[in-house]
Structure formats: structure tokens, C-alpha cells
């Protein structure tokens, strides 16, 4: 089998997923660009290649269990494995007006679009990849979280997390959850799954607002997907070192 590593981004057309998958790819992996849109997809390989990364277009909407299953038969059959999984895809749901999401008031398709996107997408994805990615010599799983998904934070009226966001900051605390929960599950192997938080980025996902470039945003899961062996697993870190649950 080929010495190339192997890794699959998901929501990589665009923003964070972007920069990491051009991240890993200039450190010399081979790159599954997973995106939903075809057209948004093909641009985005076309951008990789074009300045002479390896990657190549993963049809994937991490909330439809058929294109998960497609995109883990396209990877065994291009590549035979997987090295490294960055969870990206994301949404924050509906905004109300100021961008917050009141819990009083909130509208439980948005909760259930966002869980079914930013949390059960990640299972649905990790379970999918993870006979690929057990035939890694190191594999590495990368949840991309949020800080607002910190409850320490979240409860501490003296840090400035910003607005109330009833159905986006408690899919990242579960996320977290299941972060450690795949950890306690992978003890013992050479699984490695932590959580990353990007920072505040000037992505679509902001409206563009937000002191932090894509490419910083993606510096964290970069380092989370490429660790070391005897590396941190079950952990959350943002790129000052760790976040507390
Ligand atoms: N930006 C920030 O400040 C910030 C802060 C903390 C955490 N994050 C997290 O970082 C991650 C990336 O965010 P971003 O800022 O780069 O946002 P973005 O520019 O809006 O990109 C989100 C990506 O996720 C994809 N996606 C959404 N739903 C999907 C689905 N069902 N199936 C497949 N792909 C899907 C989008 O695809 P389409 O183009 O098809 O919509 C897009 O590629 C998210 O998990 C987000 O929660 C962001």
C-alpha cells in the first residue's frame, strides 16, 4: 500500500475545511475534499491541484446515511485507507435577528437540523470511515468544535463568549461529549481523537466578521490530524493550548 497519507476533510469546499485540507496537503497527504456540492467541490480540488497539492473530490452530505456509505467506498477504492478524518462540516442554524438563538422561543427543526448536521454528521462519518481508518498505522480523528460549545465558558459570566445560541453552542458541548466518549472507546489502540477549536474566523459561517483568516483557523486541526504517536486523545485544545469542557 502506498506510503502517501491519506486524509478526508469534510465540509472542505470552503472556509476552515478549505485551509485544512490545503494545510495537509502541503504536508504532503493526499487529500479527500468532502462537499456536498458538486460544482463547489470541483472548484475547490481544481484550487488544491492547481498549486500542486494531491486531493481529490469526495461527494459527501454528512447528513444523508447513503452519501456517507459512497463516500467510504470511493475512499477504499482510491486510496485502501484512511490516516486522518477532519470532521468540519458545520452550521450554526437559523439565526434570529442579532444573530442569536433564543432557547424561549426556539424553533426545534432548527435544534433538530443542527444536531443532525454537527452531531449525529460526525458519528454518521466516524463510523463510516473507521474500518479505513483502522488500517492506518496512526490514524487520527479531528472533531472541529467550538469554544462556545465550552460550558465552563459558557457559565462564566466574566468571559465574553457572545450572544445566546440555543441550538449551535450545545451541538459543539455534545460534540465534545462524544469526542471523549470515542476516546474512552478507542483506548488502548493508536486511535487519536481530540476536538479542535478554529478561533473566531471571517468565514461565510460569520458573515466574513471575525479577527481570524481561515488559514489560522485551521492551524489547530492541522496539528490534531498530523500528532504524533503517544500524542493527546479525549482532549479539546484551541491554538493557546487546552479549552475546558
Ligand atoms: N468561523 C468560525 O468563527 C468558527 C468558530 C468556531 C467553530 N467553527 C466551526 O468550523 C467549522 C467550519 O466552519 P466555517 O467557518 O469554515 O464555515 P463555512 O465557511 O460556512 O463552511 C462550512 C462547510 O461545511 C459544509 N457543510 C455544511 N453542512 C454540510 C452537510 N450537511 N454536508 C456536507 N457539508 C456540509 C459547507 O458546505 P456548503 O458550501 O455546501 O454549505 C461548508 O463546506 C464548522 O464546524 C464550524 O462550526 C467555525
Known amino acids: 500500500m502506498s506510503e502517501t497519507k ?11 475545511g478549505y485551509e485544512i485540507a490545503a494545510g495537509l496537503g502541503s504536508l504532503g497527504y493526499r487529500v479527500g475534499v468532502g462537499a456536498r456540492d458538486a460544482a463547489r467541490r470541483e472548484t475547490a480540488v481544481g484550487k488544491l491541484r492547481a498549486v500542486g497539492l494531491d486531493a481529490f473530490g469526495v ?8 452519501s456517507v ?8 477504492r482510491l486510496a485502501g485507507r484512511l490516516d486522518a478524518l ?12 442579532g444573530w442569536v438563538q433564543d432557547p424561549t422561543t426556539l424553533d426545534l427543526e432548527v435544534l433538530r437540523t443542527v444536531v443532525d448536521t454537527n452531531v449525529m454528521g460526525v458519528v454518521r462519518v466516524t463510523n463510516a470511515m473507521l474500518p479505513l481508518l483502522r488500517r492506518s498505522a496512526s490514524p487520527r480523528i479531528v472533531n472541529v468544535s467550538s ?20 441550538a ?22 493508536n486511535i487519536l481523537i481530540n476536538a479542535a477549536c478554529p478561533g473566531l474566523v471571517a468565514t461565510d459561517f460569520t458573515g466574513f466578521q471575525g479577527p481570524r483568516t481561515p488559514e489560522q483557523g485551521a492551524a489547530t486541526a492541522i496539528r490534531l490530524a498530523t500528532l504524533p504517536d503517544g500524542g493527546p486523545t479525549g482532549s479539546f485544545f484551541e491554538d493557546d493550548g487546552v479549552v475546558p469542557w
Open 6 to 16: 491519506i486524509a478526508l476533510v469534510t465540509g472542505a469546499n470552503k472556509g476552515i
Open 69 to 76: 456509505t459512497d463516500a467510504a467506498e470511493l475512499i477504499e
Open 168 to 189: 449551535y453552542a450545545p451541538s459543539k458541548s455534545f460534540l465534545n461529549a462524544l469526542t471523549v466518549q470515542y476516546a474512552r472507546q478507542f483506548a488502548g489502540t
Open 86 to 97: 477532519v470532521n468540519n462540516a458545520g452550521i450554526s442554524g437559523e439565526m434570529d435577528p
Open 59 to 66: 461527494p459527501m452530505d454528512v447528513t444523508d446515511d447513503q
Open 147 to 166: 469554544s462556545v460549545g465550552s460550558l465552563t465558558r459558557q457559565s462564566d459570566p466574566d468571559i465574553e463568549i457572545g450572544p445566546v445560541m440555543a
